[in-house]
Nanobody
Framework: QVQLVESGGGSVQPGGSLRLSCAAS????????MGWFRQAPGKEREGVAA??????YYADSVKGRFTISQDDAKNTVYLQMNSLKPEDTGTYYC????????????????????WGRGIQVTVSS
């Protein structure tokens, strides 16, 4: 059974930082692309970042502020979020895709097979 467990969310002031973690089962981590999505109230789920096969992709809104990385020894994917803004507020989801993703597909939720439960990130003064 695929398991994706997010951690590290919370509340932070604008300009602050948070690091999200996503722990995955070994078979999921080794064979899939991994992505981070977020969803704000009343809005659609949007892709934030993804990584796989040595490639990384970012949404334009987070480039230069967020970094996705992996720790293969721990089967864990991270999302380091710096210079946070109020518009970064939302529920953040970790996701795994069984297929290879490309620049035109990584941000589409339907390309991902498995999802974590999500974790809240609130940026507010």
């Amino acid at each position: 059974q695929v398991q994706l467990v997010e951690s590290g969310g919370g509340s932070v002031q604008p300009g602050g930082s948070l690091r999200l973690s996503c722990a995955a089962s070994a078979d999921t981590y080794s064979t899939n692309w991994m992505g981070w999505f977020r969803q704000a109230p009343g809005k659609e789920r949007e892709g934030v970042a993804a990584t796989g096969g040595g490639w990384t992709y970012y949404a334009d809104s987070v480039k230069g502020r967020f970094t996705i990385s992996q720790d293969d020894a721990k089967n864990t994917v991270y999302l380091q979020m710096n210079s946070l803004k109020p518009e970064d507020t939302g529920t953040y989801y970790c996701a795994a895709a069984a297929s290879v993703l490309y620049r035109g597909s990584w941000f589409r939720p339907y390309n991902y097979n498995d999802w974590g439960r999500g974790i809240q990130v609130t940026v507010s003064s």
